[in-house]
């Protein structure tokens, strides 16, 4: 049962007390909290303070981080304002948001638009609400310097049974950072919660589903939440990653074996994620592209011209192969795709044809592509995708550029994108662009 809750700090002859009419809330009712500022003996007396709630000396925060890395705490404006607080008369304000944030934070827009809606709303957990009060008595430069603080804890529950209030279009209850209902932790609903962008974030779940041996089409639901940090410089930040445990329930959760946990470890410690750090850190391509999961890999990716040596070089390293010939690159054909849906009908591995294109000399000089539709719906293997190029002209696999050789010619080849659903929500599907093979 919901009862009123307050807290009163004293110091010298004022009282600082912030109250709310009750103690717990649904995550679609409006928080109400007021706080007074008094003055104890008769008569009045003049403050001087910056310019907070209602331009008052009085401002608002809450302890924890309401999403991602986003922390409420109403700043006080640089100004000198003096007001006169009468022993009768309390300066009284409502809570009011205020915060601060890095424009280019992956949870930027969503930081905007809560901070922009007036009405204070709070996600489900345990809360320490707090009334802030600085201020000099005469003016601002006077030494007699008064720095007050009170909270109060509220408890938010899921969404009330019967509204009582109808939230406005628009606004948004954010996914906090203390451990939500259910329906706040399950994936892609939870990213938010554990401060990564949306493509980290499936990136954390397909990892883990890899990492726990689970067939594709077996999870019937992904969990995350925070795991606390053990401390110490290890102990991972916001531009850093999280410690994050993910919770994998499967059709045949009924057995113990068949529900698996695992937890991401972007801290750089051993047992560290090693291998798929471009999860924890925004990693950048030479030309400034940001390297982000589910990644398109293709069969010049990474060490495709690598000089093959058997022995030490020069001997047994390959020689450089004949350069191009203007009459093979005049008769041969890219393959150039702008953009191109697939739709994902079921859980399991694909392979579809994009197309043919025929290579001069058989040289491959390119092989990429990006994927444009969302990292979570479908949910794809951690290994991502796969841009393959197979020779349609009985050539030897594109595997290196000195493997494969070169030929008189042209040499006809097919262009197949290869991947793995792990999971899928109805109407999901993969929308590949920028495919460029030549």
């Not at 859980?347 to 579809?352: E, F, K, L, M, Q």
Request: hydrophobic share 35%.
């Amino acid at each position: 049962m919901a009862r009123p809750v307050s807290a009163t700090t004293t110091k010298g002859d004022f009282t600082l007390t912030i109250s709310s009419p009750k103690d717990r809330y649904a995550t679609d009712e409006a928080i109400d909290v007021l706080a007074s500022l008094a003055y104890g003996p008769a008569g009045a007396v003049g403050i001087a303070h910056g310019l907070g709630a209602d331009d008052g000396p009085l401002s608002f925060s809450v302890d924890e981080p309401i999403m991602g890395d986003l922390h409420l705490g109403g700043g006080i404006r640089t100004a000198c304002r003096v007001s006169t607080l009468a022993h009768d008369t309390p300066i009284e304000a409502r809570f009011t948001k205020g915060g601060a944030f890095d424009g280019a934070d992956p949870l930027a827009s969503p930081f905007m638009a809560y901070l922009s809606d007036p009405v204070l709303r709070l996600p489900p957990g345990t809360w320490h609400l707090r009334v802030n009060a600085g201020f000099a008595l005469g003016s601002c430069g006077d030494d007699r310097r008064f720095d007050m603080s009170a909270a109060i804890t509220i408890v938010v529950d899921g969404p009330a049974s019967t509204a009582t209030e109808t939230q406005p279009a628009g606004s948004q209850v954010p996914t906090g950072s203390r451990v939500p209902a259910t329906v706040e932790r399950t994936f892609p609903g939870v990213c938010p919660e554990i401060g990564v962008s949306l493509n980290q974030c499936a990136g954390f779940a397909a990892w883990a589903i890899g990492q726990a041996g689970l067939e594709p089409g077996r999870i019937q639901r992904i969990e995350m939440t925070r795991v606390n940090c053990p401390g110490g410089s290890a102990c991972p930040t916001a531009s850093t990653g999280s410690l994050v445990n993910v919770h994998l329930t499967t059709d045949r959760s009924e057995i113990a074996d068949e529900i698996a946990d695992e937890v991401v470890n972007c801290t750089r410690r051993d047992g560290s994620l090693g291998g798929i750090n471009f999860l924890c850190d925004e990693m950048m391509t030479g030309d400034g592209r940001v390297i982000q999961y589910p990644l398109v890999r293709s069969a010049i990716s990474g060490g495709y011209r690598d000089t093959p040596c058997s022995g030490e070089g020069p001997i047994g390293c390959a020689t450089a192969l004949p350069t191009i010939e203007p009459s093979a690159l005049a008769g041969s054909q890219p393959l150039s795709i702008e953009s191109r849906e697939i739709p994902i009908d079921h859980a399991g591995p694909y392979s579809v044809v994009l197309g043919q294109a025929s290579l001069p000399n058989g040289i491959l000089s390119a092989a990429s592509a990006e994927i444009t539709s969302s990292p979570t719906n479908p949910l794809v293997a951690y290994d991502g995708y796969r841009l393959m190029v197979t020779s349609l002209d009985g050539g030897p696999p594109f595997d290196g550029y000195y493997q494969h050789g070169w030929r008189p010619g042209t040499e006809r080849v097919e262009v197949t994108l290869s991947f793995v659903v792990l999971m899928l929500e109805p109407g999901a599907s993969v929308v590949v662009s920028s495919v460029d093979v030549h």
